[in-house]
């Protein structure tokens, strides 16, 4: 069993920066795919980025803007969001997919463990 417990949401004007991090407990963190998704009020959950041990993905919506890194050593990943826009304001969602070793997945149904979300909220 894995637990994820994200940390870091707020309340930030457009153009702002936030960096969101996602404290995983578990000794087989490494093998892992970690993911960030989000949700707004009345939208489904989306993709934001993921990354495991080699490969790094992101939503093109953030391309450019936020940048997602894992720290294995401390068994946590982050999200560096910079240059923040009203429409990413969301409760963002940590995931881990124990199936890391082979793939980053970018849909929901790929992961297995969700933290319980963290709210940003971007004002324009």
């Known amino acids: 069993q894995v637990q994820l417990v994200e940390s870091g949401g707020g309340l930030v004007q457009a153009g702002g920066s936030l960096r969101l991090s996602c404290a995983a407990s578990?000794?087989?963190?490494?093998?892992?795919?970690m993911g960030w998704f989000r949700q707004a009020p009345g939208q489904e959950r989306k993709f934001v980025a993921a990354?495991?041990?080699?490969?790094?993905r992101y939503a093109d919506s953030v391309k450019g803007r936020f940048t997602i890194s894992r720290d294995n050593a401390k068994n946590t990943v982050y999200l560096q969001m910079n240059s923040l826009k009203h429409e990413d304001t969301a409760v963002y969602y940590c995931?881990?997919?124990?199936?890391?070793?082979?793939?980053?997945?970018?849909?929901?149904?790929?992961?297995?463990?969700w933290g319980q979300g963290t709210q940003v909220t971007v004002s324009s």
């Open positions: 990354i495991n041990w080699g490969t790094i």
């Open positions: 995931a881990g997919d124990p199936n890391g070793l082979t793939r980053v997945g970018t849909s929901p149904e790929e992961y297995e463990y």
């Open positions: 578990g000794r087989t963190f490494s093998n892992y795919a």
